[in-house]
């Protein structure tokens, strides 16, 4: 790509991602932005400033070795220092104070961005780090609909549901994936992150993995076979959990007079049926696949269901090929405030006919979140390296929160098993 189409990817996705930021914190009142919503989130004012610090620290001061514009502030807004539940009690800057500041940094990085040349060293290459930041901010504009789903009172976001299934529907329910091997991660990809490098081959033995994400309904079977009060199928760690907090189905979920409700984004609705499951625990998608005879994929079967095509044996970006997601092939950007039904996006499967792998929810594995061998840091431990080992578990796909600019064919989530505010799902598979 050229330096000009460069800069220009990288002002469209900086510019996509303030805006995004802006609807996300222009809609509710101050007293809203410095409120803590959950111990498991930020206020969404730090979100707002930690975002502006690390743009400056990125682009600004590693880049442009300029001097900060508030040193004094770079404590406060770094994420390892202070835990969520800690931080409003923080002298953040206020609502206002934040916004001007985020605003300034960014008028600088535009200039930066006019005049860098996108060559020379890892973090210009092709614009790495202007990518770099877009996607941070996107990943914590996800973070902050989350906090805005745990926010109590009335509903502030509006956006229009995805269209019905078009075409046919999945001719079968499982597809089968042939073993062999793959390339999984990827070594070419601009703005991969380290954790996605590098390109390496897999062994995948064959297996069966389900044509589109386990539905509402499908979960309700679950629940209704006394799935929550059956230990048989639950990890250990996992049934000390529902019986430590009394989890008997997934977060927000309610029974009221026969049916199943659900609160989403200030709305209680009805639990749809033919939506993908949201907001359940690894723990809780372990459990159900146990309950079906069957098992959550691992990481590398997951990737080889989205990426590899048999016919070439080639891995794609996407599972529908090279081309940049778009709106007929996956429900992303927060276009929608939900997850679109089971079936949808017949132009986004995977060359065997694997439905739904990118956008909607973001998918559970059973892997550990581990370094690929070869795997460097890049260019700070704390984005991937701290996290590593069997306390997290890996999600693939993205969900309906996740702009495309954050999110690949290779790109690769964790969080810890208990975690239920995410917009998690899951698909399973079986052994041939």
Not at 93 to 113: N, T
Not at 293 to 310: F, I, M, N, V
């Amino acid at each position: 790509m050229r330096p000009a189409a460069l800069r220009e990817r990288a002002a469209a996705a900086l510019a996509a991602a303030r805006a995004r930021t802006a609807g996300l914190t222009d809609v509710v009142s101050d007293p809203d932005l410095t409120a803590q919503h959950s111990p498991l989130m930020s206020p969404l004012v730090w979100d707002l400033a930690h975002i502006g610090n690390q743009e400056e620290l990125w682009l600004l001061r590693n880049v442009a070795g300029r001097e900060f514009l508030r040193p004094e502030i770079n404590s406060l807004y770094d994420a390892f220092q202070h835990p969520r539940a800690e931080r409003p009690k923080l002298p953040l800057l206020g609502p206002e104070e934040a916004r001007r500041y985020a605003a300034e940094v960014r008028g600088r990085v535009f200039d930066l961005l006019d005049r860098t040349p996108l060559e020379g060293t890892a973090l210009l290459d092709r614009g790495f780090v202007f990518g770099m930041i877009a996607q941070h901010e996107q990943q914590h504009d996800e973070t902050m609909l989350i906090t805005h789903q745990l926010r109590a009172g009335d509903p502030v976001l509006a956006a229009p549901d995805p269209q019905p299934p078009q075409g046919p529907p999945p001719p079968a329910a499982e597809v089968l994936v042939p073993g062999g091997p793959f390339t999984m991660g990827t070594s070419v990809e601009p703005w991969a992150l380290d954790n996605e490098r590098p390109a390496h081959v897999r062994e995948v033995g064959a297996f069966w993995i389900d044509t589109v994400p386990v539905t509402n309904a499908a979960y309700q079977a679950f629940i209704a076979d006394g799935g929550y009060t059956d230990p048989r199928w639950w990890a250990a760690e996992g049934w000390e959990q529902i019986r430590a907090h009394g989890i008997g189905a997934p977060l927000f979920w309610r029974r009221e007079a026969g049916q199943w409700l659900r609160r989403r984004f200030g709305v209680t609705e009805p639990v749809p049926d033919d939506e993908p499951v949201l907001h359940v625990s690894w723990y809780e998608a372990d459990a159900y696949a146990r309950w079906a005879g069957r098992r959550l994929p691992t990481e590398a079967e997951w990737e080889k269901a989205a990426r590899h095509d048999p016919a070439t044996g080639r891995s794609r970006r996407y599972p529908w090929g090279d081309a940049d997601p778009d709106p007929v092939r996956a429900n992303l950007g927060q276009r929608h405030l939900r997850p679109a039904r089971v079936g949808c996006y017949p132009a986004g499967a995977s060359p065997l006919g694997v439905r739904q792998l990118i956008g909607d929810v973001w998918e559970w594995t059973a892997s550990d979140f581990l370094p690929y061998p070869g795997f460097r840091a890049f260019p700070y431990r704390e984005y991937s390296e701290v996290f590593f080992g069997p306390e997290h578990k890996v999600l693939r796909g993205g969900s309906f929160a996740v702009d495309p600019v954050a999110c690949r064919g290779t790109f690769r989530n964790w969080d810890l098993p208990v975690r239920r505010q995410i917009f998690s799902g899951f698909r399973t598979a079986r052994d041939v």
